[in-house]
């Protein structure tokens, strides 16, 4: 009976985290007995049809907060850019020519090898927040993580 109650306490916080807008939810289980945390193995899904079966487990919920109390980035399209892999100022290193799109909450700019409104399609991606509003339709940024997604979406990010 236990269980049954904490999943249901669980049930109830997940509709109000997604009655809030937050829709990315991990969920896991933790044994209490001896501490190990079961994450899928032994476990269904909770948006699966079948039942949640955690025996001498307590359920935990975790909701990511992306951007400033958001669970996605508002991204908005900021022109084009170009991404080269590596530091400022070596540009022997190009990843990618494409879009640029900027947070409007938070500054966070991304960087994606096409533009998935138009392609269905991202490709190569890159993140980098410079703590400003870009003044300009041209961006180009040096880093050494590229993300790639064969996606039409990028994750945490909402593109308008």
Not at 1 to 28: C, E, W
Not at 41 to 59: A, H, Q, R, V
Not at 132 to 145: A, G
Request: net charge negative; glycine share 8%; charged share 15%.
């Amino acid at each position: 009976m236990k269980i049954k109650f904490r999943v249901l306490q669980m049930f109830l916080v997940i509709a109000v985290l997604l009655a809030i807008g937050m829709n990315d939810i991990k969920v896991f289980a933790k044994n209490i007995e001896d501490n190990t945390n079961y994450i899928g193995e032994g476990t269904s899904t909770i948006f699966g049809s079948s039942n949640i079966l955690i025996p001498n487990s307590e359920l935990v919920i975790d909701a990511v907060e992306v951007c400033n109390g958001y669970a996605k980035h508002d991204m908005v399209s900021h022109g084009w850019g170009t991404v080269y892999k590596g530091v400022y100022p070596d540009t022997s290193n190009l990843v990618f020519n494409g879009t640029c799109w900027q947070c409007s909450r938070c500054n966070e700019v991304l960087m994606t090898e096409y533009d998935p409104l138009i392609t269905n399609y991202v490709g190569h991606y890159a993140l980098w927040n410079p703590g400003y509003k870009l003044s300009s339709i041209s961006t180009v940024v040096w880093t050494n993580i590229i993300y790639f997604t064969s996606g039409a979406s990028v994750p945490y990010c909402v593109l308008r």
